[in-house]
């Protein structure tokens, strides 16, 4: 896609990302009405700023609100996956929290591959699964308030994302009765069970797989995806530490010193 239409979006999230501050989604929504023309964005701003190594195994985000829903996708900056216990003092405008589960390829993926498959086989491709804390950020002065197609161009909100300790995957976990236990300082522990939005975590591999292959890519194994909320999106502050905990699977922690 040319980027013509879309570069005034990418100036201005480079901009915000190098300057550490928000700016203003309002004039840049009637550039960005397709999704194709957000994920163009993610492209642009990706590429200025330089976010990914040649053949590393990459990392993304992907999700609904729901099995009839359309997926969205990002892939995430390097510079933002830390390992749990993690501490920052990065001064992000929002500090969301969203306990998810994370997923690992066990195989390289590419479209061909990616084309033909369902929950089941996608399933297959994956070894290894560890609780992620994602940190919900925005680079719009609305934050969650942007437009969605705006939101998508900005990495679908993402700020970083903290795993947890990997062990094996199971295809057949019961994931309608897993429970997952949210504490932020200062305020009583939430529990949230059986509340991925789609129901399970691996449902969302073969829509991610098709959207990341595209245009001749191949994953290779390691690649990693977060799958979405179990406990909507937190709110944190600096100050807080923030530990996420599955039960039977691990736990995840971040300190936000700034």
């Known amino acids: 896609m040319p980027l013509s239409s879309v570069q005034p979006a990418i100036d201005a999230l480079v901009q915000a990302w190098c300057d550490h501050r928000t700016t203003d989604a309002a004039p840049f929504a009637p550039a960005i009405a397709s999704a194709a023309q957000a994920y163009a964005v993610q492209q642009g701003v990706a590429e200025r700023l330089a976010w990914f190594t040649p053949g590393a195994p990459p990392y993304w985000k992907t999700g609904g609100p729901s099995r009839q829903a359309v997926q969205t996708h990002a892939r995430l900056p390097e510079r933002g996956i830390w390992h ?67 939101k998508l161009a900005d990495l679908q909100s993402h700020g970083a994302l903290v795993l947890g300790d990997w062990l094996p995957f199971d295809a057949e976990h019961d994931w309608a009765t897993q429970r997952c236990r949210v504490e932020i300082s200062g305020a009583p522990a939430q529990t949230f069970a059986g509340t991925h939005s789609l129901g399970d975590p691996a449902w969302v591999l073969a829509a991610w797989l098709r959207h990341a292959t595209q245009g001749g890519q191949v994953l290779p194994a390691g690649s990693v995806v977060t799958t979405g909320t179990w406990c909507g999106v937190l709110q944190a502050k600096a100050g807080d530490t923030v530990v996420a905990t599955f039960d039977g699977i691990g736990s995840a922690r971040i300190a936000f010193s700034a």
């Open 84 to 150: 749990s216990p993690a501490s920052t003092d990065w001064p992000f405008a929002m500090r969301g929290i969203e306990a998810e589960i994370a997923l690992r390829l066990a195989v390289p993926v590419d479209a061909a591959l990616a084309a033909g498959l369902d929950r089941d086989s996608a399933s297959q491709l994956v070894d290894a699964m560890t609780v992620a804390i994602e940190v919900v950020d925005s680079r719009w002065t609305q934050g969650g308030q942007a437009p969605d197609l705006l």
